[in-house]
């Protein structure tokens, strides 16, 4: 696949009139985007749990939860049980893998890559807590 593929397969998905989509082809900022999407695309997204003490969703350390390169859960191959509490924190962390795919830089190249859920278990008033850690794997 070459970059005018890429940007095809972009334009079809977000499915913008042809008006729309210009002023996103000629965005500078989306070049490296257009540039970088076909290397970043052999990448998938891992958040795996490293901690887990009362976590009502049932996650449990090894488990591990699945994204695309471009930050989208992949249901099939992850748990059936997702806690939404973890989310939004795991959606900083995609941003920043995201942007390093996007930009041709290590996607791996993320000094904070751990994070939590919001429950901050019961000595803090709460009555679990979570601890995942993000990676970028090449997909098999």
């Known amino acids: 696949m070459d970059k005018e593929q890429m940007k095809e397969i972009i334009k079809r998905r977000l499915k913008l009139e042809d008006q729309e ?28 749990v490293i901690e887990s003490k009362g ?23 992850s748990p059936d ?4 509490f973890m989310l939004p924190n795991l959606t900083v962390l995609l941003n920043v893998f995201f942007e390093n795919l996007v930009n041709g830089r290590d996607p791996n190249a993320v000094m904070f890559n751990t994070t939590g859920c ?22 098999s």
């Open 21 to 48: 989509w210009s002023i996103i082809e000629k965005t500078p900022k989306f070049q490296s985007l257009f540039e970088n999407a076909i290397k970043g695309s052999r990448y998938e997204l891992v958040a795996e």
């Open 118 to 139: 919001f429950d901050t278990g019961p000595y803090c008033g709460g009555w679990g807590h979570i601890v995942l850690r993000m990676t970028a794997e090449l997909k």
């Open 55 to 77: 976590c009502h969703s049932g996650h449990v350390v090894g488990q591990k939860i699945f994204f695309d390169s471009t930050g989208n859960l992949l249901t099939g191959r």
């Open 81 to 84: 049980r997702i806690c939404s």
